[in-house]
């Protein structure tokens, strides 16, 4: 029997309101949404929204123990990758001791965690990475994600972990992702400078949402790699974007990693290899045309309803990644 109270962790973000939009579709789930904000972005009549810091474990306890879900869905993360950089003691507390909060009252009401981890947990020098693969995380941001995944994996609990990378799609109030800014930028005519040696493949937001879905159905457990089903370079991906949009390509200039001089390092040559999702879960993760066609209508549905054709709908603050 499929589990039917499903606690969604970080339900404000893109991925969270995703996921929120499968679930509140079937007719079998209770649901409960949580973010820091002091309301949902994504008010549904199907679920309740409570306002949880999920770095102060008594309101983790509360929550969990009051609503008693079979799921939990975590969402939520710090994934600025050059803030948790610099901010090193927020990122630690946000990404690993929120993730260690959850397992704490999940122990006590007898609950599975899904998990949603990044391909920065590798070095990204032998990409594209198979599930068993050696995790060497470059980044700040990156050992946080990998101690998440230690946290559960050692928790004695049953835990899903979602691996991915380059999200990117829309939805009301959620924050700019790589190509939503770039979107943006192009709709303004900004020049813009977009590295050409990071590979990986870009993955739509609905794609990781039903893949995460799908694994609550199933009852699976392990770790999975669930991203888009093609690797390209960033700037590569910026052109085709541009193309589906119809915006000046010009606009984009290549550029090298080092060439900007971040903060945090980046992994290269990375990349998700996906086969078991595909297998296992029964999935298809679109191709970058296939997501971008979907990316541009969930816009244009957005800017319909708004009464204005003329501009991308504005986001949160900058919660690119890299």
């Known amino acids: 029997m499929s589990p039917r109270r499903i606690l969604i962790v970080g339900s404000n973000g893109l991925l969270g309101q995703k996921v929120t939009e499968l679930f509140v579709r079937g007719t079998n789930y209770q649901i409960m949404l949580s973010s820091i904000e002091p309301a949902s972005v994504f008010p549904v009549a199907e679920a309740q929204y409570t306002v949880v810091d999920l770095t102060v474990k008594k309101q983790v306890k509360q929550l969990v123990s009051s609503f008693e879900p079979d799921v939990i869905i975590n969402c939520a993360a710090m994934t600025n990758v050059d803030a948790c950089e610099t901010e090193r003691e927020l990122a630690w507390k946000v990404n690993v001791g929120g993730v260690e909060n959850l397992i704490e009252a999940a122990r006590r ?38 101690a998440s995944e230690n946290a559960l994996r050692t928790a004695g609990l049953p835990w899903f972990i ?72 960033r700037y590569d991906f910026a052109v085709r974007l541009a193309k589906a949009f119809g915006l000046d390509i010009g606009l984009i200039t290549p550029v090298k990693t080092a060439d900007l001089h971040q903060p945090a390092p980046r992994p290269l040559k990375s990349g998700l290899i996906t086969l078991k999702a595909e297998t296992d879960l029964g999935i298809t993760p679109s191709t970058i045309d296939e997501g971008l066609t979907i990316f541009k209508s969930q816009i244009t549905r957005t800017l319909r309803r708004l009464g204005d054709s003329n501009a991308v709908p504005a986001a949160r603050g900058s919660g690119r990644r890299r």
């Open 109 to 146: 009401a007898d609950t599975r965690i899904v998990h949603v981890s990044s391909d920065y947990v590798f070095d990204g020098k032998n990409g594209p990475y198979a599930e068993e693969d050696r995790p060497e995380p470059l980044s700040y941001y990156g050992k946080t994600k990998l």
């Open 162 to 233: 979602a691996r991915t990378m380059v999200l990117y799609g829309f939805s009301p109030g959620a924050k700019v992702n790589f190509a939503l800014w770039l979107l943006q930028s192009l709709e303004k005519g900004t020049q813009v400078k977009v590295v050409d040696d990071q590979e990986g493949n870009p993955t739509l937001a609905d794609d990781l949402a039903y893949g995460l879905m799908r694994g609550v159905e199933l009852g699976k457990t392990g770790i999975y790699h669930i991203a888009g089903r093609e690797i390209v370079n």
